[in-house]
């Protein structure tokens, strides 16, 4: 051992300042990651909730037509009731056709 | 050599070791210490000053086809706030915010008073801003002009389904919350923790390594998936809200059951209110009174008092008791509607004349232990639904020796109890003699993606099959012959179904002579019921009897709910060229 490390061509404190250089980096680096993946998570989430919100919209207008088509007086756009009814048996279909 | 190169490698180790401690420290101070601090400056960075964005889980309508429809879910826009210290222009700024959010109600003067309170720094002056008019202010970079994201409650459905639905508001506390309906009933589901933004694995591994491995709050948050079809909710609405206009009743109300599974359907009160514009409603209109108020029903419960005495084997369906029109028990004089007797007739015509004598003899057959047994069944407990605020039912008089106690409740008078619980026990008539747990929300859809399906299987048996089968061919033939004369039967359509006729009762104790209560119950197809109806309306003007007032109601909300669903016929399809017969061709 000691003469392999003595044959290197670097001192021990080399190698410790470059693994200290090393972890610094990977450090800063993890901040780096860490903060993008907070501010695209941010922008996302707003996206999506951005998204659910003009769905809402959308099922508002759908419900508000749902209403309106409900409440419509078929008498008054003059629709009357048929004086009879007659029930009558379904035509049998078959399966192809 | 060998003692300098350990000195070494420890000294390496040491290094190496105070590196790795140091970013351990460092990562503590920053993501646990200081976590709640940087997390509101990113907050500032991309959402808004006040905090914490609102966040809660949506609820969802479901149609007929399983599609979503959101009941309550979250609209997005800006909220605009000054900063008196750096707002430089007033008047500038207020044309830009007033162009900006249209809708405000703040007055020029107000504002420049407000931008005249130096002493702050952060006022509040626009709220819900649409977003490109938020987007649009924010560019102009106005300074002392603050624009945030801003999140509130949204109701697609605005007065649909508002009583279930519920309400979000402060309530006594400083956040928001569930105070009334499902929003109050599931405030544990829909709640949101708000800080899911910045979890980090090294902030859980320290501060809960469980909830980092299996999180109990991704297991408990989530969306509710109710059992509410929307646009029959919305027919029953308008249903109601004609009805209510058209006898000028205090209020009106209505359930659609599916009696199997205990799924509703529609549940709606008229008057109602729009869930996005509180400002104006009277917070006795929050409460939901089909789960709250109880009512005394009237005859809607003879069938259950029927369906009873055959259970107890106590009559049969052929019974003869002769019916004198009026009794006197206790020194209280009991009558039929009409006050007239009809001799000796069969249990059939109790139900299909609706006859109280006739419903009062059925009970003293029962007997009092027994027919307390079976109404404490019916009524006694809660009825499981998912809805806060459940009115217990007004059962005293059956705990008393007084025989009239027994004899009024027979045909629903003297015993109050809410439309839920009334639906209930019907529905056991129309469930083989089982009642089922009415519910509104079907499943939870968790954040995780998985949808649990809550469980609803709790029975309670209360009649035998063959009772309820007979007292249901009884309610069948009051549509079949009663009702409008028997023109209101649908000859391929079997239903059962019951009027009742209520005197409101006083506040001075008794009975009004002239105000009535009235309800309307039903089911169809009657042998294998697809749905479960139950209408009243209180004190309508001008009318007595809930034929009056019901009949064509109901009808047409059975007529939809055929077409709607298209529920097959169960009788009487007529023969190749003949006419339609109105037997049912079912069991």
């Known amino acids: 051992m000691y003469n392999l490390f003595s044959r290197l061509p670097f001192s021990f404190l080399s190698l410790v300042c470059a693994a200290a250089g090393i972890l ?30 003009a769905v809402a919209v959308l099922e508002s207008q759908y419900l508000a037509n749902v209403a309106r088509i409900t409440g419509t007086d078929y008498a008054a756009d003059g629709y009357v009731k048929p004086v009879s009814t007659l029930y009558v048996r379904a035509q049998s279909v078959t399966a192809l056709r | ?36 601090e940087y997390a509101l400056k990113a907050d500032k960075q991309f959402t808004s000053g006040g905090g914490k964005l609102f966040d809660r889980g949506s609820i969802y309508f479901t149609r007929k086809d399983g599609t979503l429809i959101s009941a309550a879910t979250l609209a997005t826009g800006f909220l605009v706030a000054i900063n008196p210290q750096t707002l430089g222009d007033p008047e500038a ?3 830009a915010i007033t162009t900006a959010a249209s809708s405000t109600s703040l007055s020029r003067e107000a504002f420049i008073a407000t931008a005249a309170k130096k002493n702050q720094v952060y006022i509040e002056v626009a709220h819900r801003l649409p977003e490109e008019n938020g987007l649009a202010l924010s560019k102009q970079n106005i300074l002392g002009v603050e624009v945030f994201r801003e999140r509130w409650r949204f109701y697609p459905g605005r007065t649909l389904a508002a009583q279930t639905i519920g309400i979000v508001s402060y309530g006594s506390g400083d956040t928001l919350a569930g105070q009334t309906g499902l929003e109050a009933a599931y405030e544990s589901t829909l709640a949101r923790s ?22 109990a709050r991704d297991a408990r948050e989530g969306d509710l998936v109710t059992t509410i079809e929307p646009e029959v909710q919305t027919r029953l609405e308008n249903e109601l809200a004609e009805l209510n206009q058209r006898y000028g009743s205090k209020e009106s109300g209505g359930i659609i059951m599916n009696p199997v599974t205990g799924a509703l359907v529609a549940i709606a009160r008229y008057p109602s209110y729009d ?19 109880v009512h ?74 027994q027919f307390r047994s079976y109404f404490m069944k019916f009524f006694g407990v809660k009825t499981g639904i998912d809805l806060p605020n459940q009115s217990a039912a007004l059962l005293s008089n059956l705990s008393k020796p007084q025989q009239i106690g027994y004899d009024t409740a027979a045909f629903g008078h003297g015993v109050a109890v809410t439309p839920v619980q009334m639906l209930r026990a019907l529905g056991a008539l129309a469930n083989g003699g089982v009642m089922v747990e009415p519910h509104v929300v079907g499943a939870v859809r968790l954040n995780s993606g998985i949808e649990r399906e809550l469980d609803w299987s709790e029975r309670t048996p209360v009649f035998s099959p063959e009772a309820a089968r ?34 409101l009762t006083a506040p001075g104790g008794g009975y009004y002579s002239d105000r009535y209560f009235h309800s309307f119950t039903g089911f169809f197809p009657a042998y294998h019921p697809r749905f479960i109806i139950l209408l009243y309306t209180n004190d309508p003007q001008g009318v007595t009897y809930a034929s009056e007032t ?11 709910l055929i077409d709607y669903y298209a529920v097959p016929p169960d009788r009487g399809l007529p023969a190749e060229g003949g006419s339609a017969s109105g037997e049912p061709t079912t069991p």
């Open chain 1, 24 to 53: 610094f980096v990977a450090y800063i680096g993890l901040i780096a990651v860490v903060m993008s993946y907070a501010a695209l998570t941010v922008e996302f989430s707003q996206s999506a909730r951005n998204d659910e919100a």
């Open chain 2, 1 to 36: 050599m060998r003692a300098q190169f350990r000195s070494r490698v420890r000294l390496i180790l040491a290094f190496l070791i105070f590196i790795a401690f140091s970013i351990v420290v460092r990562l503590y101070f920053i993501q646990i210490v200081h976590g709640e």
């Open chain 2, 93 to 95: 700024a207020y044309a």
């Open chain 2, 194 to 215: 708000g800080d899911s933004l910045y979890r980090n694995f090294f902030a859980e591994l320290f501060s809960n390594v469980g909830d980092l491995l299996v999180s």
């Open chain 2, 275 to 293: 869930v996005n514009n509180l400002q104006s409603i009277d917070p006795v209109e929050l409460a939901n009174p089909l789960v709250e108020h």
């Open chain 2, 296 to 369: 005394e029903f009237g005859s809607i419960m003879k069938p259950l008092t029927m369906a009873s005495a055959l259970d107890a084997g106590v009559i049969t369906p052929e019974t003869t008791y002769n019916d004198t029109g009026c009794i006197t028990v206790n020194e209280e004089k009991i009558c039929n509607w009409d006050a007239k007797a009809r001799g000796v007739i069969p249990m059939r015509e109790v139900i299909v004349q609706s006859l109280n004598i006739g419903a009062s003899w059925v009970a003293r057959q029962l007997g009092q232990d």
């Open chain 2, 470 to 503: 007979a007292t249901t061919g009884m309610m069948v033939a009051v549509v079949d012959e009663k009702l409008g004369g028997g023109k209101l039967k649908i000859p391929t359509m079997s239903v059962a179904a019951k009027t009742g006729t209520a005197q």
């Open chain 2, 550 to 560: 019901l009949n064509a109601t109901f009808m047409d909300l059975v007529h939809f």
